[in-house]
């Protein structure tokens, strides 16, 4: 694909807006409606920015353009999320480290100085995709959030949710990564999808009853857990059997014999309850454990008794829990077994082939099952008991639900569906990990008594501790500091958990101002933002986590409206890869159509109500085509008669009121739908109303420019400034480039002022239009619709004057709209009547088409010849045909006049050969 011209018009707009610092002059012009608070989603500098990035960076983009022009400071901040797994991940793998205990011996302190230098490898490509794409955003000026203030601030949400009480320590079910050694949480797995179908060998076991002569059949997906089994769970209401088959007795749930036995003769149905309180020996060792009920036990799959591991699952420790089951803990933290040093997913195998010799196996049965992955590293999870501190999500939970109801979402039903249902069902939000490169858990603990105390800010550290000048809070510089316990007198030590680093992204809307330590009032006058804008998951993950820390801290919502995209896909309906390359470079999207295109393509699209969209090069092209070069074919008409402008008449024409009423439909629709944050439909409306512009009122309107009705004349070119100048403020938001190149050269400022841009244009307001003036001529263009096609079926060229055309609808229309119809259908007359074209052509209308041939016909020589309308021809022809040499005669000073001509003669100074009604004409130009 070549660059086209609008890739120089996009290049020359951004360096002006460079040169005039247009971006500060739209923040810093007068705010009549006071301020408008955005909130960036921080994304992670340790990868280049991708088609997903690109698409909220133009969400969180156009919103703010247009609360600015409406009179509103939007200030717009970058930030850059630098702690966590992502970063920690990719310094392991630069610097060959497979384990923690690699790390601990490189030591932390060079470890965070490694991550530190390396989080914003990538960040002046960011720059320049931003840039480039029109987001105008502040970048100098950027939080991170492994800035000293911003780590303060976490510490101060941190110690607040503390005293109310909303942080405890306990040991929970979780998933674990053996690899990076710590617990993921529920949602970031789901948000990134990290659940693959693999396929395991699942076994049926049966553990035999003690003093009874039948065994109890289980079903387990992951044998490795048997070892750590210390019940078997049965429901109360389920109905079993004793079952027999080839002499061998067995229990399990009455639905699920057919699958699991087979044929097997029924010996006893009886409710679960029955089996409560029956011992059975362990497969692994001489202990005793028995069956306990389990509520979520259900006959879905399985035999309707679940094997219980309480170190290894979610269910099987609540039931530990209540029933005071013995833990087993049998693997390490890197996942090996602790007596064989095997793998988890690899004892699989081993312990199988121990149980088929003990001869507790029923029955093997391969499935494949989706199973959770580290979203970093891939690495197979699994469930397991771990100490934690968490916040406590159920005591916040009708407040959260509470302040959800003063959010606006956008598309609606997530506000009920999807946040809320997530808020109901949220469990306590796990926010200790086991890593290095974060912000530190402020908790010291005394190393004797239960002590603690939760530091909220550097000054107390320094009271604390004594330390006299603390520059950095990272783990590694704060991990020494150490004092006396206030009740025992031993010693207070920083527990070795780090921060979650949702918990940061949480507290943005305070932690970016370094609140507060500083901007107090700033931040106060500011809180909740007015706009946020994220991908679908993120109603799990950023959304929710930034709900949690404002209703635990301030009770309020911490965004009053928030736009949720969906993802995009390549055409077969794939998630990009950048492995597979199998989608278009997003570069290339822009060399060729502009960033305008993919913004308003973008915007338009189904992504913007939250769903997937299956990226289309053509759909981008066609919006190209729609908005881009019908406006810039437009403008270009206009520029050839702007100099002409010397009033701006009010107009009494029908075409200039029509467009007028358009416009202000226009702006009523894109106006609405903005301030709904309903995307799609405020862009949408733009491409028709360009259409309509070019096909219908510039076409209708040619002949006025280049007329002698002056007045006339006069009225059309103020009707299209004034059009063009509105319409690229309509436009501005969505493609902010073809519609400052419009505005600047319309408006005669022609980039030469600095302080001039249409972005620092007030929004246009909606003047009360003529809603009459549109149906009628929608009609009218209805009833031309019909005509052509009769004309076409007629076999008659547009060309070509035909006496009438008749329809019933002349009865509804307003006889202003009559000329306009039958000039565009090229008939005499408009008659009431049945769809009948008159098709008798007089040597008058023969004459007339005769007319209209040659000056297209000589209209498109000048053009082949790059004549412009500076430039008179004399034009010389031959022909035979008796009706073209007397049109020629009888018309020859209109004819002049329309193709620019000082004279036109017969003559054999001729070049070209045209067939004009079957008659051929040899034509020249000089
Ligand atoms: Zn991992
Ligand atoms: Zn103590």
């Known amino acids: 694909m070549e660059k086209n011209k609008f890739d120089n018009l996009e290049k020359e707009v951004l360096d002006f807006w460079d040169k005039s610092n247009t971006f500060e002059k739209s923040v810093s012009k007068e705010n009549p409606n006071g301020n408008y608070t955005f909130y960036d989603g921080p994304p992670f500098g340790t990868g280049e920015p991708h088609y997903g990035h690109m698409l909220s960076s133009i969400a969180k983009d156009v919103v703010p353009r247009y609360w600015t022009m409406k009179g509103y400071r939007v200030e717009r901040r970058w930030g850059w999320d630098c702690h966590g797994l992502p970063i920690e991940n990719i310094i392991e793998k630069d610097l060959g480290i497979g384990s923690k205990s690699q790390i601990e011996e490189l030591g932390i302190e060079k470890f965070n100085q490694a991550c530190y230098s390396r989080v914003l490898d990538y960040a002046d490509i960011w720059d320049d995709t931003i840039r480039r794409i029109g987001r105008w955003v502040d970048f100098k000026n950027s939080y991170k959030t492994m800035d000293l203030n911003y780590m303060e601030s976490v510490w101060w949400g941190f110690k607040e949710m503390w005293k109310k009480d909303l942080v405890y320590e306990g040991k929970k079910v979780l998933l674990y990564c053996p690899r990076c050694e710590t617990p993921i949480s529920n949602f970031e797995v789901a948000m990134d999808n990290s659940y693959k179908d693999i396929e395991d060998d699942t076994i049926y076991v049966k553990f035999k009853i003690l003093g009874k002569d039948f065994s109890i059949l289980a079903w387990t997906t992951t044998p490795w857990t048997l070892p750590a089994n210390t019940a078997l769970a049965v429901s109360e209401n389920i109905d079993y059997v004793l079952a027999e088959k080839d ?157 959800n109801k003063n959010i606006n979402w956008c598309p609606k039903h997530l506000k009920e569906g999807r946040f809320a249902k997530g808020i109901e069902q949220a469990p306590d939000w796990n926010i200790s990990r086991n890593r290095y490169f974060a912000t530190p858990i402020p908790i010291w603990k005394c190393d004797s008594c239960d002590n603690i105390e939760v530091i909220g800010s550097v000054q107390e550290l320094k009271d604390k501790s004594g330390a006299v000048d603390v520059k950095d809070i990272h783990n590694h510089s704060i991990d020494g500091f150490s004092w006396r316990c206030d009740k025992c007198n031993s010693q207070m030590k920083r527990i070795s958990e780090v921060f979650d680093c949702w918990v940061e992204s949480g507290s943005m809307p305070f932690a970016q101002m370094h609140y507060p330590f500083e901007n107090v009032e700033k931040f106060e006058k500011n809180f909740p933002a007015q706009y946020i804008s994220e991908y679908i998951s993120q109603t799990r993950a950023w959304f929710y986590v930034m709900h949690v820390m404002s209703t635990a801290l301030f009770n309020k919502n911490s965004f009053e409206n928030v736009v949720t995209t969906g993802v995009i896909l390549n055409e077969k309906g794939e998630k990009l890869s950048k492995s597979k390359k199998n989608y278009p470079d997003p570069s290339k999207i822009i060399d060729s159509f502009g960033a305008d295109s993919l913004r308003a393509y973008l915007m338009g699209s189904s992504l913007m109500h939250a769903e997937n969209l299956l990226f289309s090069e053509d759909e981008v092209k ?124 319309v408006s005669g400022h022609n980039f030469q002022n600095e302080d001039k841009s249409v972005h620092l244009e007030e929004w246009p307001e909606f003047q009360s239009y003529d809603q009459e003036v549109i149906e009628q001529m929608k009609l009218a263009r209805k009833i031309v619709e019909a005509g052509l096609s009769k004309r076409s079926d007629a076999g008659m060229k547009i060309r070509q004057p035909l006496p009438y055309y008749s329809t019933d609808l002349v009865k509804t229309i307003n006889t202003k709209y009559i000329s306009i119809i039958e000039s565009e259908l090229n008939i005499q007359e408009l008659r009431f009547g049945r769809n009948e074209l008159g098709v008798e052509l007089s040597e008058e209308l023969l004459m007339e088409g005769i007319k209209r041939e040659l000056v297209r016909t000589i209209n498109s020589i000048r053009k082949n010849m790059g004549l412009t309308i500076n430039d008179t021809v004399a034009v010389s022809f031959e022909t035979d045909d008796e009706l073209i040499i007397k049109t020629i005669e009888m018309f020859k000073d209109d004819l002049s006049k329309s193709v620019l001509a000082s004279k036109i003669e017969r003559g054999s100074n001729t070049q070209e050969e045209f067939t004009i009604n079957n008659s051929i004409i040899r034509i020249g130009i000089k």
Request: aromatic share 12%; with cysteine.
């Open 247 to 403: 002499g061998q007795k067995y229990v399990l749930a009455k639905d699920r014999l057919a699958e699991v036995i087979g044929d097997a003769s029924i010996i006893e149905e009886f409710k679960g309850d029955n089996l409560i309180g029956l011992k059975y020996k362990s497969l692994f060792s001489e202990e005793e454990f028995g069956v306990v009920s389990g509520d979520f036990v259900n006959t879905e799959d399985g035999t309707g008794i679940v094997h219980i591991a309480p170190a290894y699952g979610e269910d099987d420790y609540i039931v530990g829990q209540k029933f005071n089951l013995p833990i087993k803990s049998v693997l390490d933290d890197k996942g090996h077994f602790k007596d064989t040093g095997v793998y988890f997913e690899k004892a699989n195998g081993e312990i199988i082939k121990k149980l088929e010799s003990d001869g507790v196996i029923f029955s093997k049965l391969r499935v494949k099952h989706s199973y959770p992955h580290c979203h970093r590293c891939d690495t197979k999870l699994f469930y397991r008991a771990i100490p934690a501190w968490f916040f406590n999500i159920s005591k916040l939970r009708s407040q959260m639900i509470e302040n």
């Open 622 to 745: 066609d919006i190209y085509r729609k908005n881009i070069v019908i406006l810039w074919n437009i403008y270009s008409f206009y520029e050839m008669y702007s100099s002409e402008i010397n009033s701006q008449e009010s107009s009494d024409n029908i075409l200039d009121q029509w467009i007028i009423a358009r416009l202000n439909q226009l702006i009523e629709d894109v106006t609405k739908s903005m301030d709904d944050y309903d995307l799609p439909n405020a862009v949408r409306p733009i491409a028709d109303f360009i259409n309509d512009f070019s096909t219908w009122y510039l076409r209708r309107s040619r002949d006025r420019f280049k007329g002698d009705d002056v007045l006339d004349k006069q009225m059309a070119l103020g009707t299209m400034k004034h059009i063009l100048t509105d319409l690229s403020k309509v436009m501005a938001p969505f493609m902010p480039f073809i519609s400052e190149q419009v505005w600047q050269r």
